[in-house]
Nanobody
Framework: QVKLVESGGGSVQPGASLRLSCAASGFTFSPYVIGWFRQAPGKEREGVSCIFSSGGSPYYIDSVKGRFTISWDNAKTTVFLQMNSLKSEDTAVYYC???????????????????????WGQGTQVTVSS
C-alpha cells in the first residue's frame, strides 16, 4: 500500500525559503507521478508541481516557476519541494499525491490533470507572514 508523508512546513517571513519533503513508500507499480498541491484558506486546492518516477521533466504552474524546484533523492524514496523567495500568497497546507500512470493509460513526461491524483498524504502547513 502506498504511503505518502509530508514534512518540512513552518512559518517564515516573505523572501525566505523552505524545503518540503514527501516520503513515499509502498509503490508496487511503475511508472507513476508525484505531485505537490496546496490549499489556502477559503480557496480550492491547486496543483503546484509534479515529477515522474522515471523520465520526463518536472512541471510547474506559472506562479511558482523560477522559485520552486521539485526533485527526487538519490534512492527515489523522497520527493522534495524547494521553495525560495516565498510570498504571502504561498501560505497554504501543502500536500503530496501520487498517480499510477500505467493504470490510467497516461504517458511519462505529460503532466496529468490535477484531478486524477488519487493517493494523498496528510499535508503540512506553510505560513508566510511578516
Amino acid at each position: 500500500q502506498v504511503k505518502l508523508v509530508e514534512s518540512g512546513g513552518g512559518s517564515v517571513q516573505p523572501g525566505a525559503s523552505l524545503r518540503l519533503s514527501c516520503a513515499a513508500s509502498g509503490f508496487t507499480f511503475s511508472p507513476y507521478v508525484i505531485g505537490w498541491f496546496r490549499q489556502a484558506p477559503g480557496k480550492e486546492r491547486e496543483g503546484v508541481s509534479c515529477i515522474f518516477s522515471s523520465g520526463g521533466s518536472p512541471y510547474y504552474i506559472d506562479s511558482v516557476k523560477g522559485r520552486f524546484t521539485i526533485s527526487w533523492d538519490n534512492a527515489k524514496t523522497t520527493v522534495f519541494l524547494q521553495m525560495n523567495s516565498l510570498k504571502s500568497e504561498d501560505t497554504a497546507v501543502y500536500y503530496c499525491a501520487a498517480l499510477d500512470l500505467r493504470d490510467r493509460g497516461l504517458r511519462v513526461g505529460v503532466a496529468p490533470p490535477w484531478t486524477m491524483y488519487d493517493i494523498w498524504g496528510q499535508g503540512t502547513q506553510v505560513t508566510v507572514s511578516s
